[in-house]
């Protein structure tokens, strides 16, 4: 992978817990973060957090330069088609050979897209998905996170294994760090503090 910038979708009711370990943790890497709004106005997320697209949508063009197009979760993805845009983005990036990791409810708008009738996925529960009248459900996994190629999928519980997921496929952490790094984040546990700054 030589793309260094991280396109992270934001708009309206985006669920502020999803995506903060990946983010903060590439861009100690290195990498840098841009996001990306359905125009350049501001967005409101669940929390209440104004946030100012770096760009609009339509101005991402070729994503030559991408490490991965993240997509969080948002009511809005199970209200209308207002967020449909990002999920035919999200085809475009994957037909380009290039990362997407998505979670909650963003994995619906890609079922909507049908880009998980042929990949392994997960999401919140079966049945979500299934909802959508996607042709993808011989593929859900019962899991954390599921990555099949250059897709990443995640419940909406699941912010620190969706991160995981998202390093190890960037090679950001390897091996025995990544699980440390998992371990530390997930489960608190002190003794891979040691392992992931050695």
Known sequence: MTGRTVYLAVYDTLADWETG?????L?????????????????????GLRVEPD??????????DTAVFILPGASLWDTGDD???????AGRFLGLGL??????GA?????????????????????????????????YREADAVTDGNLITAGPTEPVAFAREIFALLGVYEGEK?????????NSDPSAYEILHS
């Open 55 to 64: 760009v609009a949508l339509d101005q991402v063009g070729e994503p030559g």
């Open 178 to 186: 990544l699980d440390a790094w998992y371990r530390l984040f997930k």
């Open 107 to 139: 994995t619906a708008g890609l079922a909507r897209e049908g880009l998980l009738d042929d990949r392994a996925h997960t999401s919140a529960v079966a049945q979500y998905l299934d909802a959508t009248g996607y042709q993808g459900g011989g593929h």
């Open 21 to 25: 370990y990946a983010t903060a943790h």
């Open 99 to 104: 990362p997407v990791a998505a979670i909650c």
């Open 27 to 47: 861009t100690q890497h290195g990498f840098t973060v841009r996001t990306v709004g359905p125009t350049a106005d501001a967005v409101t997320t669940m929390g």
């Open 83 to 89: 967020l449909a845009p990002f999920a035919r983005a």
